[in-house]
């Protein structure tokens, strides 16, 4: 419990907390990052394909495969033992509930569904703490469409009120070390735009396939931008992007 030097040196705590259950349990840790891996993959696969059997349109399902499928980020990265496919599964789960519930829509609608779906979104955030990034205009938009909604995002998001009381009061910090190790370098601001600039030139470079599906996902996002959970999407990723920008990139390429 490293009781004397309290460090919180991983950006990805529920990613840890689940890799740590399954390995007490089975005692292999590649074995459990495999577990893992396959089973968020799975998870994502199975919420696309929900997607397309409400499209059913052959060009969107063969784009969104090749994209996928010949993006060296998204290959790498899922298949890494990183926390990135259960990032993807958990908000992909949390996007197709949402939906599903009919929250941004007149009619029917399952607070329930909402509830859990806002829970996955949570895991999520815990899982990588910068992708509150992307779920905030989900959150923003479900306030104003209803302040009352406001309840459901606080039991949604329980879970990760709880883990930043915890870190807080075990850690001494919302934030982990490597968010001050990145950020208090006592570079200049322009210095971490020129970094950012070329981490999308990199990024470009060695694996174009990946930015060119970004943006132009981006594009077709605002032709469905009179849907308040579609819209919500597009200023999550594109808020996303500038943060990467400003962050001066990443350690990684893709």
């Known amino acids: 419990y490293n009781v004397f030097e309290r460090v919180q040196a991983f950006t990805n705590p529920f990613f840890v907390i689940l890799l740590g259950s399954i390995y007490y349990f089975i005692g292999n840790i590649y074995s459990a990052f495999f577990i893992i891996s396959f089973l968020s993959l799975c998870i994502y696969f199975s919420i696309i394909y929900q997607f397309l059997k409400i499209n059913k349109n052959f060009l969107v399902t063969a784009y969104i495969l090749f994209s996928l499928l010949l993006s060296k980020a998204f290959v790498e990265f899922s298949t890494s033992g990183l926390e990135e496919s259960l990032s993807l599964a958990l908000l992909s789960l949390g996007i197709y509930l949402l939906h599903k519930s009919n929250i ?140 990467i920008y400003l962050n001066g990139g990443t350690f990684f390429s893709g």
């Open 104 to 243: 941004f829509e007149a009619g029917k609608q399952s607070k329930k569904t909402v509830v859990i779906g806002l829970l996955f979104l949570s895991l999520a955030s815990i899982t990588r703490l910068d992708l509150s990034i992307f779920v905030l205009p989900i959150l923003f938009f479900l306030f104003i469409k209803n302040y009352k909604n406001i309840y459901l995002i606080f039991y949604g998001f329980t879970p990760l009120f709880i883990w930043l009381l915890f870190s807080y009061f075990y850690y001494g910090d919302f934030f982990p070390n490597t968010f001050y190790a990145k950020n208090s370098t006592g570079y200049q601001p322009d210095i971490y735009l020129e970094f950012g600039k070329n981490y999308f030139k990199d990024s470009y470079w060695r694996d174009p396939i990946t930015l060119l599906s970004i943006y132009s996902n981006l594009f077709l996002l605002l032709f469905y931008r009179t849907n308040k959970l579609i819209f919500s999407i597009f200023i999550g990723v594109f808020s996303y992007l500038i943060y």
